[in-house]
C-alpha cells in the first residue's frame, strides 16, 4: 500500500484547522477514554486502517484495556463499558450512519448520560473523527508507523 498524496502538504490550512478542532476536543471536558473509544468505533465503522491504528495505539497509552478494544465492534453483547460509555458508542454510530438519521430513542438516551454542551462536544467529535477517516481512507495514508505520546500504562 502506498499512500496517494500527502494532503497535509498540499493543504496544510484545512488540517490546521482540524488539528484545532482535535485541540478544542481534547479540552473540552469529555473523558479522554470515552473519546478514544468514540473515535475507535468511527474508524471501524468507515474501515479506517490509518486511524484504528492510531487511536487503538493512543488509548492503551492512555489505560485503555486490550479487552475492551478488541470488543468495541462487539459492545452491546459486553459488560465492559458503562451506561455513559454506551450511549456514548450508540450516539457515534447513529451520527456515523446518518443518511437514516438519528432516531429519537438515542437521542434520548444521550440527553440521559449528557448534558447539552457535552453532546455538542461528543457530536464535534463524531464529526472530527468521521473527517479524519475519509481524508485517510481516499488517500491511502498508511497505518503501522504512527506512535503515541505516551507509552502504554
Not at 77 to 103: H, I, K, N
Request: hydrophobic share 40%; proline share 5%; aromatic share 10%.
Amino acid at each position: 500500500m502506498q499512500q496517494r498524496l500527502n494532503y497535509y502538504q498540499l493543504a496544510p490550512e484545512p488540517v490546521r484547522a482540524m488539528m484545532a478542532l482535535g485541540k478544542y476536543l481534547a479540552d473540552c471536558g469529555l473523558e479522554h477514554n470515552l473519546m478514544e473509544l468514540v473515535k475507535t468505533r468511527a474508524s471501524q465503522i468507515n474501515g479506517c486502517a490509518y486511524c484504528l491504528d492510531m487511536h487503538t495505539k493512543d488509548a492503551r497509552a492512555a489505560g485503555e484495556t486490550e479487552q475492551r478494544l478488541y470488543a468495541l465492534n462487539a459492545w452491546r453483547e459486553t459488560p465492559f463499558y458503562t451506561d455513559r460509555e454506551r450511549t456514548a458508542l450508540a450516539w457515534t454510530e447513529a451520527v456515523t450512519q446518518v443518511s437514516g438519521g438519528v432516531p429519537d430513542a438515542v437521542y434520548e438516551e444521550a440527553r440521559r448520560h449528557f448534558n447539552e454542551k457535552e453532546l455538542a462536544d461528543l457530536t464535534w467529535a463524531v464529526i472530527a473523527i468521521n473527517g479524519w477517516n475519509r481524508l485517510a481512507i481516499s488517500f491511502r495514508a498508511v497505518p503501522g508507523s504512527y506512535k503515541p505520546a505516551h507509552q502504554p500504562a
